[in-house]
C-alpha cells in the first residue's frame, strides 16, 4: 500500500520551494483540524494527508530547522492517524503510524538529534487514540514519572 495525496505536479511546484511547502502545509493543516473539529473527517483526511507528505518533505529538507520539522511532521502524522482511526480505518492510521515511525527512525543516527527523534517517535505511539480506554490517562501519567 503506498498512499499518496498530492498529484506529480503539486508535489514539484510546492517542493521546489521550501517556504511555498511552508505556507501550503500550514494551510492545508488548519483546514484539515477544522474539519476534524466539525467531526467531518472523510474531508479532512486529504488536506491532513498533502500536509502530511508536505511535512515528510520539510522534514527531509531540514525547513526551517529539525526541530520545527519533526515536530510539525509528527503531529500532522498524529491527526492524519486519528482521522483515519475515526472514520474508522484503523488498517489506514496504523500503516500511517508505521511509516512515519519508521521515517523518523531514519533520523536517530544524529545524536544531536537523538532526544527530540525518540520524543517525536515516542509521541506517534503515545497518542491517546492508541491507547485502549482502560489505560487512557495513567500513560501520561507514568511518563511524566520518568521525566
Keep these: ?18 517556504q511555498r511547502a511552508e505556507q501550503a502545509w500550514t494551510d492545508w493543516t488548519e483546514r484539515g483540524t477544522e474539519l ?9 483526511i486529504p488536506y491532513l494527508g498533502c500536509a502530511f507528505e508536505l511535512a515528510s518533505y520539510l522534514l527531509t529538507a ?8 519533526a515536530t510539525r511532521f509528527t503531529d500532522c ?6 482521522a483515519y482511526r475515526q472514520r474508522g480505518e484503523s488498517g489506514l492510521g496504523n500503516y500511517i503510524l508505521v511509516g512515519a515511525s519508521s521515517r523518523l527512525a531514519r533520523e536517530l543516527g ?19 487514540s492508541s491507547i485502549p ?7 501520561a501519567n ?6
Design 1 to 18: 500500500m503506498n498512499l499518496k495525496y498530492l498529484c506529480a505536479n503539486h508535489r514539484q511546484w510546492l517542493t521546489s520551494n521550501p
Design 36 to 44: 476534524c473539529e466539525e467531526g467531518s473527517f472523510d474531508q479532512a
Design 62 to 69: 531540514g525547513a526551517p530547522g529539525y526541530s520545527v520539522a
Design 77 to 82: 502524522a498524529r491527526q492524519l492517524i486519528e
Design 110 to 128: 544524529d545524536k544531536q538529534r537523538y532526544h527530540l527523534t525518540a520524543d517525536c517517535i515516542r509521541t506517534l505511539y503515545m497518542a491517546e
Design 133 to 139: 480506554e482502560q489505560w487512557r490517562g495513567t500513560t
Design 142 to 147: 507514568a511518563v511524566a514519572r520518568v521525566h
